[in-house]
């Protein structure tokens, strides 16, 4: 394994940031310090002005493999991830077939094992996500699975949510619901209200999606088995599970970047692009989403990436598939809803990487078979999962220069400040001035 040292960053520990080297060898933090002298034929690496902390983790990755891989593969998620400072991430089950047993978890995962960063995976909570049998959750949380999600959709039936938690809490892990109820939904491509009508475009309730948080909020407090609720999209999504937490459930939210950056208007283009599940909302729920970042209201920015082939992202709006890319964007995306120049770096890395880290637990306390430890304190002697971002990087968004396979970003030719200059992953350097090393 290489030796190399991140020279002079502002390193951000979990209270307190210096201006310190940071010398990784061997897989590991060797020595965090204002000068480190390193051996002869280490590589430097110049971090002046930019931060140097824990590789980011997103929750929330649709890597499309077995099924889907014209649109998107374990390796070049991988990388597309690798480019967006992520040194692990959580694959998503709804694949085709879905990852509903050991047999396909292990194959995500020995894949996973051959690219640049930590693969985990989240299993399905039902057999094929159908929401009908539980899957075999115990059989795959052996293999180190902890999150288990039928993402995509919730489970919808309330009695089989119930069980599902009562068989997953003695396991340890946590389900992750995808919250919409599909009746209130049903059929629905864009957010519901006046834009939706004018538009003559069939609306999916923010109600949808409030009443399975607060389902699933009375069925924890029921059952006392963790929920991590996914890309929260609404302000009262938020507040539903700011009061719960406040009684002390246990449960945890994440927000996606187009849910803080775009808002239905984009919808008055018709174009599929902007089509995603649960939909882009209105304009005050993007700054309650944002406010609620900076509060700490949050636990993780995860992605969403969703990477769908081009022609399926050009049918009609009515039948084009929901979802958008995310991983190369999150981070400079998260930096810009902090406000940027005014950004808290604590806050970054913990919406970043400390805290999804800890909802999939990914960090170094948790015992785990296959995976190393993430969301480090970045002190000597933890696994090197290590980003270096520049805040003050400007840079534009090209469709072009994607690492994803797919092209179906919303970005394209957004201006973006904060960049990822480079990546420590598994102990080896990933990135290095922004692109693959
Ligand atoms: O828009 C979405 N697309 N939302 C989801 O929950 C799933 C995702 C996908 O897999 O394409």
């Known amino acids: 394994m290489s030796a190399f040292v991140l020279r002079q960053g502002l390193v951000i520990g979990e209270n307190s940031s210096d201006v310190l080297d940071v010398f ?30 824990p590789g980011f983790v997103d929750l929330h990755t649709h ?7 014209e649109a998107e593969t374990i390796d070049s998620g991988a990388r597309a991830g690798a480019v967006g400072g992520f040194s692990a991430v959580v694959a998503m089950p709804n694949t085709e ?41 115990a059989e795959m949380a052996a293999l180190g699975v902890r999150i288990f999600t039928d993402d995509g959709v919730g489970v919808q039936d309330p009695s089989l949510m119930r ?15 995808h919250c919409e109820d599909e009746q209130l939904a049903a059929g629905g491509s864009m957010n519901e209200g006046a834009l939706s009508s004018r538009l003559g ?8 999606e409030e009443l399975m948080v607060l389902r699933d909020i009375e069925l924890v407090r029921l059952t006392g088995c963790p929920v991590h609720f996914l890309h929260l999209s609404t302000a009262r999504s938020v507040a539903l599970v700011v009061a719960a937490r406040l009684e002390g459930l246990p449960v945890t939210c994440e927000v996606a970047p187009h849910h803080f950056t775009l808002d239905e208007g984009c919808l008055e283009s018709f174009d599929p692009t902007f089509k995603v599940h649960p939909p882009l909302r209105g304009a005050s729920d993007v700054v309650a ?11 993780a920015v995860a992605t969403d990436h969703a990477p769908h082939a081009p022609e399926l992202k050009e049918l009609p709006f009515d039948e084009a598939p929901p979802g958008m890319l995310g991983l190369e964007h999150a981070a400079s995306l998260t930096y810009e809803a902090l406000g940027a120049d005014a950004a808290d770096p604590t806050r970054f890395f913990e919406l970043m990487s400390r805290g999804p880290a800890r909802v999939a637990q ?3 306390a948790d015992v785990r078979p296959r995976h190393g430890a993430h969301g480090a304190t970045m002190r000597a002697g933890e696994d090197a999962n290590v980003v ?41 350097l990933a990135v290095i001035d922004g692109a693959l090393a």
Do not use: H
Request: charged letters at 30%; proline letters at 6%.
């Open 289 to 299: 989403l944002r406010a609620a970042l900076v509060s700490g209201a949050i636990d």
């Open 97 to 137: 077939p879905a990852l509903d047993n050991a047999a396909l978890v292990s194959y995500v995962l020995d894949r996973g094992e051959r690219t640049l960063l930590d693969v985990a995976v989240a299993g399905a909570i039902t057999q094929g996500r159908r929401g009908e049998l539980l899957a075999p959750m």
């Open 388 to 428: 270096v971002f520049d805040p003050r990087e400007r840079w534009t968004a090209r469709r072009d220069t994607l690492e994803s396979r797919a092209l179906n970003t919303p970005y394209d030719g957004r201006a973006m400040v904060g960049r990822v200059r480079a990546l420590v992953a598994k102990g080896e």
């Open 201 to 208: 475009l069939t609306g999916r309730p923010a109600l949808a």
């Open 63 to 69: 890597l499309r493999e077995p099924g889907r891989e």
């Open 24 to 53: 990784i060898d061997e897989g590991r933090l060797r020595e965090v310090s204002p000068r480190v002298d390193v051996p002869r034929g280490t590589k430097e690496i110049d971090a002046e002005g930019c931060w140097v902390g």
């Open 163 to 177: 069980r599902a938690l009562d068989y997953a809490k003695p396991l340890g892990v946590r389900l992750a619901q």
């Open 362 to 364: 990914l960090r170094a």
